[in-house]
């Protein structure tokens, strides 16, 4: 079984500093794909960034990067120069890479708040 | 990336009522899903809606409850039957698209009072 577990409840950052969101994971799969979603108020579920298991460069999206440390499993995700819009729930989420598994197994998730 | 709309946005309905649920993605995609994410909690999946075949339900969820439908390759319903309190939630339609991404659409705000 997967397991997912985000120990941050609830974070504040002050406008435009780095933040470092914690995820960390269990698995017995060898292949399997790691995601980040942000959910805004509204509810929307915004897809953000992946990594692969197997990939060795740790994910990067505009000012999202993905911290990637496989033998720790855990797959942190850095939001650098934080902005206010950036204030919403964040969820990591974990996927089996093998095929016909599409069902995604999604930690608790992080508040982050972003401070004027 | 896929475009995923949902109807309706919101909803507020009596308990013992029923709500039909529509998801309606911008390109034809194989495997569609449905997701419940109750408040304050993290999103759980209800089921996987395949084109042409029953839909398979993960456990907790049975089909009278969430009844499923999947007429094409675009499209598909869900229906939050009997409905109580405890219905209550956030409803998202999942796909997944060429490569490793999968997207949500926009949610269905659902209370029951």
């Known amino acids: 079984a997967q397991k997912i577990t985000q120990t941050q409840p609830g974070m504040f950052v002050q406008e435009k500093e780095a933040v470092t969101l914690d995820c960390t994971y269990d698995?017995?799969?060898?292949?399997?794909?790691l995601f980040w979603y942000k959910q805004p108020s509204s509810g929307e579920m915004i897809f953000l960034i992946y990594?692969?298991?197997?990939?060795?460069q740790n994910a990067t999206e505009g000012r999202y990067s993905l911290n990637f440390q496989k033998a720790r499993k855990s797959a942190n995700l850095v939001i650098s120069a934080s902005q206010l819009g950036d204030s919403a729930m964040y969820f990591c989420?974990?996927?089996?890479?093998?095929?016909?598994?599409?069902?995604?197994?999604f930690g608790k998730g992080t508040k982050l708040s972003v401070i004027p | 990336s896929a475009v995923i709309s949902q109807k309706p946005s919101r909803d507020i309905c009596q308990r013992g009522t029923s709500l039909t649920i529509q998801c309606q993605v911008d390109?034809?995609?194989?495997?569609m899903f449905w997701y419940r994410q109750q408040p304050g909690q993290s999103l759980t999946l209800i089921a996987t809606?395949?084109?042409?075949?029953?839909?398979?339900?993960e456990s907790g969820f049975v089909i009278d409850k969430f009844p499923i439908s999947r007429p094409n390759l675009t499209f598909s319903t869900l229906t939050v039957s009997n409905m109580s309190p405890e219905d209550s939630s956030i409803y998202l339609c999942?796909?997944?698209?060429?490569?490793?991404?999968?997207?949500f659409g926009p949610g269905t705000r659902l209370t029951v009072t």
């Open positions: 999942s796909v997944v698209g060429d490569g490793y991404e999968q997207y």
């Open positions: 698995t017995s799969d060898q292949s399997y794909g």
């Open positions: 990594q692969g298991s197997y990939d060795e």
């Open positions: 989420a974990m996927r089996y890479s093998g095929a016909g598994s599409y069902q995604l197994t």
């Open positions: 390109s034809q995609v194989t495997m």
């Open positions: 809606a395949n084109q042409g075949s029953e839909a398979t339900y």
